[in-house]
Each structure stands twice: as structure tokens, then as C-alpha cells.
């Protein structure tokens, strides 16, 4: 397996391990032509006024330097299909998820009796109505800190596509 799949694996295993902790089932739609990798599902109620919510995702990963305390955001540049997917209104609330990795793979992932430690993280953006791009190949976007992909933030983002919400926040 090449790095790039490494690192496209390492993303799926953060969602399947954050969904699963919060409660949500992940699953793959049939097809990708909507830029759509994966979908979570909250069964049955959850506050709000829809049952069995879903959030549609886009995944994607990064080499860097983990994010400082003094850094409130991070770039990533996103081709423009993705893009012009993510950023329409869809009966299904979506969102790019972009992992951070250490730039040494033998840093991604530690083992012990005690633990699996997985380095660093992953951040959320949801592009629902940002204006069209033209005459690009990439759009470059701005992911907060304060976005982390954590179970209690899925759990807020959930709740809110419960409640009928298409932009994610």
C-alpha cells in the first residue's frame, strides 16, 4: 500500500473510531461521483425533529506540523470539484474532514498494551454556501482549531442536522 492510501485509511479508521464512540454508524454510499466518501447515521431520536439524522463527509488527510496552541486555524487546498460538491445545499447536511498526520509515518500510530495513540487529528468545515469559484483548479480553505473532530463536537453536529440544519457548525 502507498502512502497515500496509508494516509486515506488512517483518516477512515479516525471517523469509524470517533462515529463509534459517539454512538453513530458509518457507512460507504454505493457510488463517489458527489464527493462523498463516507455517511454517518444516528439511529432512532435524537433532540431535534428528525429521526435517524445523517451528515455526509469528505475525507482527506495532510502531512504537517501539528497545530501550535497559537494557531486558531489551518489551510488545506481542495480541488474545485470537491469544492463546488461540498459547498451546494443538499437534503443531507455535508462536510469536509480533513486528518492531520506527522510528516514521519512511523509516527502515525503507536501500539502498547495500554493504548492505541493515533497522531493528531482531525478537523471539520462545512462549505454550504460558499460562493463560486471560477478560473481555479484549488480553492484554498480555512480550517478552525476549534473544529476538531471529537466525539462531543459530532454529537453538536448531529443534533443540529436533526434539526433540520444544512449548514454544520
Known sequence: MDENEQKQQLSLAYLHAVASAAGYSC???YVDDDSVDRALAAHGKIPGLLESSRIDLQLKSMVRDALTEDEAAFTYRLRKKNYDD???VH???RLLVVL???RSPVKWVEVSHQELLSRYAAYYLSLSGMPAKINVSTITVTLP???LLSVANLRHLMAQASQGKRKLQ
Open 86 to 88: 461540498l459547498r451546494g
Open 100 to 102: 492531520l498526520l506527522p
Open 145 to 147: 482549531r476549534r473544529n
Open 27 to 29: 457507512y460507504l454510499p
Open 91 to 93: 437534503m443531507v447536511p
